[in-house]
């Protein structure tokens, strides 16, 4: 059985830009929150990074987001049970590995896939969304293979969530379940 850090349980949501990774997150937590379990959602740390500054990121900025990223699950770590957590570490590793070549060296020690007791991987099967924060429509099943790659490197079997509207979180819903890791 695989160590997990001590609760809350922690539930990563990632992948390609414009692949509903925020709407499933909000979905999930409200759901959760609806069947008597405490869960928060953790936000996407970089659109909070980037709302007062201009989007011209440098490996200094993607190694601060991934630090608010972690901030802000230490966070909600005080105050719930199930963490849904809207983007972590590993897209700053694969932010930083697109735009700039390779990772920090900090951000490999920063990133830990392994510490969620489930990574649902969105499937890039959405209409494209464009948004100042996203570069890559026309890439976003190459980013996909990339996430898959990091996370079996890392050992984590993700779960691919696909579909449309609510057939998203009924996939979230059932991976959990699946996994035996919430009774509802």
């Known amino acids: 059985m695989t160590a997990y850090p001590p609760p809350p349980l922690r539930l990563a949501i990632v992948g390609p830009e414009s692949c509903g990774k925020s709407t499933l997150a909000q979905a999930l937590t409200a759901s959760l929150n609806a069947a008597g379990v405490a869960a928060c959602w ?17 490996p200094d900025d993607v190694l601060a987001i991934a630090r ?8 909600a770590a005080r105050h719930a049970e199930v963490l849904v957590c809207d983007s972590t570490v590993l897209t700053c590793v694969i932010w930083a590995e697109v735009a700039f070549g390779r990772a920090a060296p900090e951000l490999a020690v920063l990133n830990r896939p392994r510490d969620y007791a489930l990574t649902l991987l969105a499937c890039p099967d959405l209409p494209w969304h464009p ?5 890559h429509p026309d890439q976003r099943d190459w980013l996909y293979g990339l996430y898959r790659a990091a996370l079996d490197k890392a050992g984590v079997a993700p779960v691919s969530i696909r579909g449309l509207g609510t057939a998203r979180l009924a996939a979230a819903l059932t991976a959990i379940r699946q996994a035996g890791l919430l009774k509802i």
């Open 42 to 58: 953790v936000e996407e740390y970089a659109r909070d990074y980037y709302a007062e500054r201009v989007y011209a990121p440098t």
């Open 131 to 135: 948004d100042p924060l996203r570069s």
């Open 68 to 75: 608010g990223q972690l901030a802000r699950e230490a966070e």
